[in-house]
Each structure stands twice: as structure tokens, then as C-alpha cells.
């Protein structure tokens, strides 16, 4: 069984940065996507990021350019690099994993994800 544990989140001013952790315990091999998503009060979850194993990456249009998705295959940690925050950008950030890698190329649409964490606050004022 996997297990996903995130850090990072916080407190932030308009322009300012972030770097969120996912740790994961159990199996995880290359045929993963792994990603971020995240979920603002009284909107859908949206993705974010994906990134397979191999550092094919994809963002949603709205982080496009501000956020970076990366992996330490070593430390069993991904990483979500936040750079330029918006206040549009306050929501709980969720790490997820995906056992197809496919899911990686269209951000997890029509996708099933296998293990979430439980969340980090990422607040921009």
C-alpha cells in the first residue's frame, strides 16, 4: 500500500514562493504519474501538475510558467516548486499517485486516482 505525506504549505504575500513536499512510503515504480492537485472552498479539485517518471511533465494553464514539478526518485519525494503566488492560488494542495502512466499526458483527465495525501494549506495574501 502507498502512502503519500505532504509539507510545505503556508502563509505566503502576493508574488512570493513556495516549495511543497510529497514523501511516499510503499511501492511506487516507473509506470506511475505522480501530481499535485488542489482545491479552493466551494470549487472543484483541479489539477495541477503531473510529472511520470521518465520528467515528462504537464500544468494546468492556470500555473503554467509559475509552477515546477520535480522528483527525487532516491529520496521517494516530488516536489512542487510555487513561484510568482496569486491569491487565486489559496487552496488545500493534495499530492496524488497514479498507477497508469498515461495519466500523466492529459493532467489526469479521465484518470482514477489510486492514493491521495492529506492536504497542505497554501494561503496567499
Known amino acids: 500500500h502507498v502512502q503519500l505525506v505532504e509539507s510545505g504549505g503556508g502563509s505566503v504575500q502576493a508574488l512570493g514562493s513556495l516549495r511543497l513536499s510529497c514523501v511516499y512510503s510503499?511501492?511506487?515504480?516507473?509506470?506511475?504519474?505522480m501530481g499535485w492537485f488542489r482545491q479552493a472552498p466551494g470549487k472543484e479539485r483541479e489539477g495541477v501538475a503531473a510529472?511520470?517518471?521518465?520528467?515528462?511533465?504537464r500544468y494546468a494553464d492556470s500555473v503554467q510558467g509559475r509552477f515546477k514539478i520535480s522528483q527525487d526518485n532516491a529520496k521517494n519525494t516530488v516536489y512542487l516548486q510555487m513561484n510568482g503566488l496569486k491569491p487565486e492560488d489559496n487552496a488545500m494542495y493534495y499530492c496524488a499517485a497514479d498507477a497508469r502512466r498515461g495519466a500523466c499526458y492529459s493532467l489526469f483527465v479521465r484518470s482514477a486516482i489510486n492514493f491521495w495525501g492529506r492536504g497542505t494549506q497554501v494561503t496567499v495574501s
Open positions: 510529472l511520470d517518471y521518465d520528467g515528462y511533465s
Open positions: 510503499g511501492y511506487i515504480d516507473r509506470t506511475y504519474c
